[in-house]
């Protein structure tokens, strides 16, 4: 039997404003279905720390795509990554000072790495107070004011184009726990 890895699931879109809502319990229950083990879930947003056998997270979004678009008859985007990713994440953090306070700083999670002309169009409409910086498949976002007022946040799919799931820097340093 080949050894598990540890994953992280962030669902996109789902318990958002009332719609397409899918409880944690459910979602619990759903992977292990799928033959995950040592799962957990955080929070009602949808993120879900799993063990795997293999190391493709690429393929794993996809079985967990299709499979629950099958099983609650819509599609959300899943962003699957494993451990040591999001520890990456963490040291790579370009704004350390502002981690402190979760409501200001959030790492959103790209589907895959942006090229140089897809960043321009949205560091043109970042006129500030926020700032941001992309590194590899992530991009982190300060916002002074915080996310919840900010409307270059808004901005942010829309403007990049590549698919993106936000997390806040609690729920991150949480995950990377539930991880360890």
């Known amino acids: 039997m080949s050894r598990e890895t540890v994953f992280v699931a962030l669902f996109s879109g789902i318990n958002v404003g009332g719609n397409r ?3 944690m319990a459910d979602l619990r229950a759903f992977f292990e279905e799928l033959g995950f083990t040592h799962v957990a879930t955080y ?6 720390v799993f063990r795997a056998a293999g190391k493709d997270a690429a393929a794993l979004a ?11 008859g819509f599609h959300s985007r899943i962003m699957v990554r494993d451990a040591q990713w999001l520890a990456d994440l ?3 953090n370009p704004y350390p000072e502002e ?7 959030h790492a959103y999670v790209l589907e895959r790495e942006p090229t ?3 960043i321009e169009p949205l560091a043109e ?6 700032r941001f910086e992309v590194r590899g498949d992530v991009l982190y976002l300060h916002a002074p004011d915080g996310v919840g007022k900010s409307v270059f946040a808004n ?5 990049l184009k590549v698919p993106v799931t936000a997390r806040n820097w609690r729920t991150v340093l949480t995950l990377k726990g539930m991880m360890e």
């Open 21 to 23: 809502i899918v409880k």
């Open 43 to 48: 929070i009602q947003s949808g993120n879900v």
């Open 62 to 72: 996809k079985q967990l795509e299709a499979a629950l678009a099958k099983r609650w």
């Open 90 to 92: 963490v040291r790579q």
């Open 99 to 105: 981690a402190g306070d979760h409501k200001k700083l």
């Open 116 to 118: 140089a002309s897809e």
């Open 125 to 130: 409409k970042c006129a500030g107070p926020e």
């Open 155 to 159: 901005l942010i799919p829309r403007v």
